[in-house]
């Protein structure tokens, strides 16, 4: 075919690439290259993001398949005749397709994301990989020609993320896994993605103001950015989830959709969640009784939540919506008489589908060799698998501090609570946290004791302090510390919690900015 018959687009050939301007950047299946005016950057502590992200999205799709083919086995149930059930099957399972997904990656900057998602990814119909920067786009298409990938998987667009998430809405081009991993806050993406995810897709979204979110820092930029007052005492991690939570059901619920949460993580210097969004008047009625308000002592830091909404049930059968009653704590607190702390609106029902997670796990230790960062991904998993479905969570060190007292062993302490009948486990967010629906009259009782067998010097204690309040109460329940077989999870068999793993590691430079490495070094 002559030049003159084909469309400019396919005639012009790819520039050559000329190495000696890049450095090169592998990981998982993708190899980018990175430039050195930085006018993109890198992140490499961000690759467990990215690789929690693609093993998400791979259970996500899988689950979603099985979905569709039990869908279809119901509409073939209907049909009696042979002839025409063949006829459906046909017609049905050829809609069901083999590259049946898409996904858009909202601020893609190099590109690494979603050439990883095509490279790793089955099923993938195609990805956008959008930035608002042109140096962004230009270093997604110079990698997509460097990896060998179709453009037409990997389709780089320049264009502002809101712009083109809007697009999609009212129209049948939704996406059915939209990617938000912006530096900074999600909140101002959150209206559009929540608009732009196809029914029962997959909504993943990064926050890496944790900072403000955990409400170490400026708790009203938290309250204007996710409408939520974060708690910075004892479970702020948790906190910081339940809160984003929140402002994403906050937001589905304008459009009569509601969400539900797969997996809620706090790792490192960000959070990233991956929800289904769904359609449903019916489904978002029980919203109100997901959200609530947490209690927390300004003293010994004892917590409680009270959500909005309650249901119950007519005589009849039918459901009956109402507002919720409480408050579950006194105007002083019960143990050691000072005020609380309110925080909130937050998510407090599950922040984790039980089963989505242990599909998830099962996903990554059956194809280890894919991910870099497989040992710390089965760690993480299985203790989401373990959490206790529950908001909030104690520290050992808070515990100890507030009573004055020697650190008490956390299998003493699981132990003590597993005897009672209460459920206990870790969190996620941290070594030596306790995560536990037994009420909070327990855990004083059981530190009460830990006391009475390792006495405190009570004349360094001040009248007023809470630790004097609490210790001045005897325990109301006998406390037994024997140990419990289930003290300790399985999840004590990986890599759990991330250490530092290089010098002055953490979010990286805001991108856009154009700096030579000489430049950074002066």
């Excluded at 690494?112 to 990989?129: D, F, M, T, W």
């Excluded at 003290?487 to 919690?497: E, L, W």
Aim: proline residues 6%; hydrophobic residues 35%; contains cysteine.
């Amino acid at each position: 075919m002559s030049a003159t018959t084909v469309p400019a687009a396919s005639a012009a050939e790819p520039t050559p690439i000329d190495i000696s301007q890049y450095n090169t950047v592998t990981e998982g299946k993708a190899t980018i290259l990175f430039p050195k005016t930085n006018e993109v950057f890198y992140n490499p502590v961000q690759e467990f993001n990215r690789d929690m992200s693609i093993a998400a999205i791979r259970t996500w799709s899988e689950i979603r398949r099985q979905e569709k083919e039990e869908r279809i086995e119901k509409k073939l149930a209907r049909e009696t005749d042979p002839e025409k059930r063949a006829a459906k099957k046909a017609r049905l399972t050829e809609q069901l397709g083999f590259k049946d997904f898409t996904i858009l990656e909202a601020l893609a900057a190099t590109g690494l994301r979603s050439i990883r998602y095509a490279k790793e990814i089955p099923h993938l119909r195609h990805v956008i990989a959008n930035d608002l920067l042109p140096d962004a786009v230009e270093s997604i298409k110079r990698n997509v020609q460097y990896n060998e990938v179709d453009e037409n998987l990997v389709k780089p667009n320049l264009g502002d993320a809101m712009h083109v998430m809007y697009q999609a809405v009212g129209s049948n081009q939704k996406y059915d896994v939209v990617d938000i991993d912006p530096y900074g806050s999600a909140a101002p993406f959150v209206d559009g993605a929540i608009q732009a995810v196809e029914e029962g897709g997959l909504l993943c979204v990064t926050c890496t103001d944790l900072a403000v979110l955990s409400g170490s820092m400026h708790p009203e930029t938290c309250f204007g950015k996710y409408g939520g007052m974060p708690l910075k005492g004892m479970f702020p991690h948790d906190m910081a989830v339940r809160i984003v939570l929140q402002m994403l059901q906050t937001s589905a619920g304008r459009y009569k959709r509601y969400i539900v949460p797969m997996v809620s993580l706090s790792i490192d210097f960000y959070l990233r969640v991956f929800v289904r969004v769904y359609t449903s008047a019916y489904g978002l009625k029980g919203a109100a009784g997901k959200i609530g308000i947490m209690y927390e002592c300004s003293g010994c830091h004892a917590f409680g939540h009270q959500v909005f909404g309650k249901m119950d049930y007519k005589d009849n059968g039918a459901e009956r919506h109402s507002p919720a009653t409480g408050p579950p704590v006194n105007t002083h607190c019960d143990h050691c008489g000072c005020v609380h702390h309110i925080g909130g609106p937050a998510w407090v029902s599950s922040a984790h589908d039980k089963t989505f997670v242990r599909k998830m796990l099962e996903h990554v230790q059956a194809n280890e060799s894919n991910y870099g960062t497989f040992r710390r991904m089965k760690g993480m998993l299985s203790l989401a698998l373990e959490e206790v479905d529950y908001p909030g969570y104690w520290t050992m060190q808070r515990l100890t501090n507030t009573l004055h007292c020697t650190a008490i062993p956390i299998k003493d302490l699981f132990s003590a609570i597993l005897n009672a009948g209460y459920k206990v486990s870790l969190s996620h967010t941290g070594p030596q946290t306790v995560k536990t629906n037994a009420p909070s009259l327990l855990i004083w009782d059981i530190m009460r004791e830990f006391v009475k067998q390792n006495p405190v010097k009570m004349e360094n204690i001040s009248e007023t302090s809470p630790a004097r309040r609490l210790l001045s109460k005897e325990p109301t329940q006998k406390i037994d510390f024997t140990r419990h077989p289930d003290a300790q999870g399985d999840s004590k068999r990986f890599t759990r919690y991330q250490m530092n793993p290089t010098a002055n590691w953490g979010p990286k430079a805001r991108a856009g900015k154009k700096r030579t490495a000489e430049e950074e070094d002066a």
